[in-house]
């Protein structure tokens, strides 16, 4: 995965447990695989709290930059992704008599369709729409 640049916020005090550069390196990095907010901030052993506390600081625009970026890059892997198991489906192991005797392919329209509105609701039409209904 590519690497997304951007300067780090200036620390206030150089706390060894506080947002180092290589701290926020790393969210943005987890920011940009999982798409969620807490999960990157966890997997830094940070707060979703702290992460935004953070973001709202004086010099942290190149960091709010490459948060927004982060955020983009997960939404477009967590559709990519949805589409791919929509598709390909996911397989289910078939048990017979307690033994497993196969597999068998599972698909989620619903996953699909989701997936489509998010990536094209121009075309595919806006789940916020539907739920008005």
């Known amino acids: 995965m590519t690497q997304i640049?951007?300067?780090?916020?200036?620390?206030?005090t150089n706390r060894h447990d506080g947002w180092t550069p290589e701290r926020q390196r790393g969210f943005i990095a987890a920011l940009a695989q999982l798409g969620f907010v807490s999960a990157a901030a966890a997997q830094v052993g940070k707060s979703a709290k702290s992460a935004y506390a953070l973001r709202s600081r004086?010099?942290?625009e190149s960091f709010a930059a490459a948060w927004?970026?982060?955020?983009?890059?997960?939404?477009?892997?967590?559709?990519?992704?949805?589409?791919?198991?929509?598709?390909?489906?996911?397989?289910?192991?078939?048990?017979?008599?307690?033994?497993?005797?196969?597999?068998?392919?599972?698909?989620?329209?619903?996953?699909?369709?989701a997936a489509l509105r998010r990536f094209k609701p121009d075309v595919y039409g806006s789940a916020i729409e539907d739920d008005a209904r």
């Open 5 to 12: 640049p951007f300067t780090p916020v200036p620390s206030r």
């Open 58 to 60: 004086a010099g942290a």
């Open 68 to 113: 927004d970026e982060a955020v983009a890059a997960g939404c477009f892997r967590a559709t990519t992704l949805a589409v791919d198991r929509a598709v390909k489906g996911v397989a289910v192991p078939v048990f017979y008599r307690g033994l497993q005797a196969g597999e068998r392919r599972v698909y989620d329209d619903r996953l699909l369709i």
